[in-house]
């Protein structure tokens, strides 16, 4: 027996819009290799990915569609749904004003050019923490170079102040070493 919840579910299945796949693999790419194989990019073929939207936020996701059965049945705890392949309507998501630090509009982009890292289309972040999920989950390579920076940056900093501090405490005693010889 089909019921009407099934019929819907079998239409956001087929009318689900695609989306472009996830990831930076290129063609031809070198996934695994062994003595006997070497599989690439090429060789791989992938179930597709498509987009679901929250129907409370609006908000856009990208799901792979051999998870979008299991995506498309998740219920809130008053029974609505989370997910719908269709964009509900008379919903806009709230964007925010913060863009993905590898932005191409980023401030640092010539350095970050020079250091060979990714260049990332996402914008809108609400806040730097989602920001910075963002950078740690799909940009982990580029989020180890940038903290390994940082904290390089921080020890330099702390090693010029140590110096500072050093050279005014010589100053100070030199001067303190000045004045006991006047009196």
Known sequence: MTTQNDVALEEMLRDAEDATEPGDMASGQVISQSAEMTMTTSQLQSAGWVYV???VTADRSVVNR???PQQLQKQRLDGSYFFSTRKPEGIEPVMGDINCLLHADDPDREKYDRMGLVTCTKIGFRNELNRDQH???RHP?????????RVREDREAERLERMALTESIKAMAESNRRGNKDA
């Open 53 to 55: 939207y929250d129907t």
């Open 66 to 68: 051999n998870m979008l």
């Open 135 to 137: 950078l740690r989950t």
């Open 141 to 149: 390579r580029a989020y180890a170079t940038l903290e390994n920076e």
